[in-house]
């Protein structure tokens, strides 16, 4: 579905804002319209049918910018993403009790605040991002105070799920083909980086282009050395993030095998950003494009969208559509806060909600229950201008930080 509200330059405050979505409350339309006044905006903003109020800027919005990047647009889970990879065996083959797998899974890879007891990360996938890394900390030697036990830590987190809404699961596709999915980020150190830039923009006299009505969107100008080293952390923090995935599922696929029969990997692993920002070519402009809650969707491209944990989950290719800067959902969008979906719902609700599907149904991951978020189906509906669907997943296992 095409576009289907724009908020127009006319009415007086900046840019296009086009949404692909009706689905949008007034918060996150306030925050969007905000978000189109900085004058460093080409040539408008895009909106994703997942969109809901965010810091700052809402996540499920699309934003580039010429000669400025905001750092609270990226946000603090810098990297965070999916993926997933398809296995060779049919849904017949797995147990008809996954607790044990489950179980085996959250012994292995840490969730929550818990990292790995010793570095499990191979020395080649460490030791670049710890050479990049030392030049950063050479220059910003604050964030060694950010992180406790610094190097060990961010070392350890390696491998390592986090919390909130980051999750693994098993999946089934419409084939009746097994898959493993997992969304995580950049960890401990990535959510420092990011705070402490956005602090630095915060503090940064916001003169070049002019006002900005929000202290959230705070921005480095092209230029200036605090824009030259957010570039280069942000990216090492992008990097981890991806690695963090890799070894994530390295670990995971080897507890599998012990558990299932042998299988072989029939498709490569679609690893994506959805909290990011990069370098990109737009309506015949060089632009700093973030994707706050948004994947890349270039024409052919592979990427994930994943429902809530009782939902259905997608596989989609791109269809490069330019009015999205080629982009889509990150997934279904919450729906409510954590803390009113803690008081709107009991254990029952949960119980029901994730019927069939093997994980928590503890007060712990009340926050995710699936009513909390956006009906992923027509999440779906209103990006079929921005994507197609390849496979349909089904959850049969998830497990939450």
Same mark, same amino acid.
């Given at each position: 579905?095409?576009?289907?509200l724009?908020?127009?330059?006319?009415?007086?405050?900046?840019?296009?804002?086009?949404?692909?979505?009706?689905?949008?409350d007034?918060?996150?339309?306030?925050?969007?319209k905000?978000?189109?006044?900085?004058?460093?905006?080409y040539?408008?903003?895009?909106?994703?049918?997942?969109?809901?109020?965010?810091?700052g800027?809402?996540?499920?919005?699309?934003?580039?910018?010429?000669?400025?990047?905001?750092?609270?647009?990226?946000?603090?889970?810098?990297?965070?993403?999916?993926?997933?990879?398809?296995?060779?065996?049919?849904?017949?083959?797995?147990?008809?009790?996954?607790?044990?797998?489950?179980?085996?899974?959250?012994?292995?890879?840490?969730?929550?605040?818990?990292?790995?007891?010793?570095?499990?990360?191979?020395?080649?996938?460490?030791?670049?991002?710890?050479?990049?890394?030392?030049?950063?900390?050479?220059?910003?030697?604050?964030?060694?105070?950010?992180?406790?036990?610094?190097?060990?830590?961010?070392?350890?987190?390696l491998?390592?799920?986090?919390?909130?809404?980051?999750?693994?699961?098993?999946?089934?596709?419409?084939?009746?083909?097994?898959?493993?999915?997992?969304?995580?980020?950049? #960890? !401990?150190? =990535? $959510?420092?980086?990011?705070?402490?830039?956005?602090?630095?923009?915060?503090?940064?006299a916001? *003169? &070049?282009?002019?006002?900005?009505?929000?202290?959230?969107?705070?921005?480095f100008?092209?230029?200036?050395?605090?824009?030259?080293?957010y570039?280069?952390?942000?990216?090492?923090?992008?990097?981890?993030?991806?690695?963090?995935?890799?070894?994530m599922?390295?670990?995971?696929?080897?507890?599998?095998?012990?558990?299932?029969?042998?299988?072989?990997?029939?498709?490569?692993?679609?690893?994506?950003?959805?909290?990011?920002?990069?370098?990109?070519?737009?309506?015949?402009?060089?632009?700093y494009?973030?994707r706050?809650?948004?994947?890349?969707?270039?024409?052919?491209?592979?990427?994930?969208?994943?429902?809530?944990?009782?939902?259905?989950?997608?596989?989609? #290719? !791109?269809? =490069? $559509?330019?009015?999205s800067?080629?982009?889509?959902?990150?997934?279904?969008?919450?729906?409510? *806060? &954590?803390?009113?979906?803690?008081?709107?719902?009991?254990?029952?609700?949960?119980?029901?909600?994730?019927?069939?599907?093997?994980?928590r149904?503890?007060?712990?991951?009340?926050?995710?229950?699936?009513?909390?978020?956006?009906?992923?189906?027509?999440?779906?509906?209103?990006?079929?201008?921005?994507?197609?669907?390849?496979?349909?997943?089904?959850?049969?296992?998830?497990?939450?930080?």
């Open positions: 579905m095409a576009i289907q724009t908020l127009n330059a006319n009415s007086g405050y900046g840019v296009p804002v086009n949404i692909f979505t009706r689905d949008i007034d918060t996150a339309i306030e925050q969007l905000k978000v189109a006044q900085l004058q460093f905006i040539p408008h903003v895009a909106v994703m049918p997942d969109v809901h109020q965010g810091i800027a809402t996540v499920g919005c699309v934003i580039a910018t010429k000669n400025a990047i905001i750092p609270a647009a990226v946000g603090v889970d810098i990297g965070c993403g999916m993926n997933a990879i398809r296995l060779g065996l049919k849904a017949a083959q797995l147990p008809d009790d996954l607790r044990k797998i489950r179980s085996d899974i959250e012994r292995t890879v840490p969730v929550g605040f818990n990292h790995h007891s010793q570095i499990k990360a191979r020395a080649s996938s460490i030791d670049p991002l710890a050479r990049r890394l030392s030049v950063i900390t050479d220059k910003h030697p604050g964030l060694l105070r950010m992180l406790r036990n610094f190097d060990r830590t961010w070392q350890k987190q491998g390592t799920l986090g919390g909130g809404n980051h999750f693994i699961e098993l999946c089934i596709d419409e084939q009746d083909d097994v898959w493993v999915m997992l969304h995580s980020g950049s #960890r !401990g150190l =990535g $959510n420092c980086i990011g705070t402490y830039f956005i602090e630095r923009a915060k503090k940064e916001q *003169s &070049r282009f002019g006002h900005v009505p929000d202290k959230d969107l705070s921005y100008a092209e230029g200036s050395a605090n824009f030259d080293d570039v280069e952390e942000v990216h090492w923090a992008q990097d981890y993030a991806m690695e963090n995935r890799r070894e599922m390295r670990l995971i696929l080897a507890k599998l095998r012990v558990h299932l029969p042998p299988f072989q990997l029939t498709k490569e692993a679609i690893n994506c950003h959805h909290n990011y920002v990069q370098q990109e070519s737009h309506f015949g402009e060089s632009v494009v973030t706050k809650g948004a994947i890349s969707a270039q024409a052919g491209e592979l990427g994930i969208i994943p429902g809530s944990m009782g939902a259905k989950s997608y596989i989609v #290719r !791109g269809k =490069g $559509n330019e009015m800067f080629c982009s889509c959902s990150h997934g279904a969008g919450r729906r409510m *806060s &954590r803390n009113k979906a803690k008081d709107s719902f009991t254990l029952d609700d949960l119980a029901q909600q994730t019927a069939g599907i093997e994980c149904k503890d007060k712990g991951v009340m926050d995710e229950i699936p009513a909390a978020y956006k009906d992923i189906d027509q999440v779906m509906a209103n990006q079929t201008d921005l994507v197609e669907v390849i496979h349909t997943l089904r959850q049969v296992m998830c497990i939450k930080g």
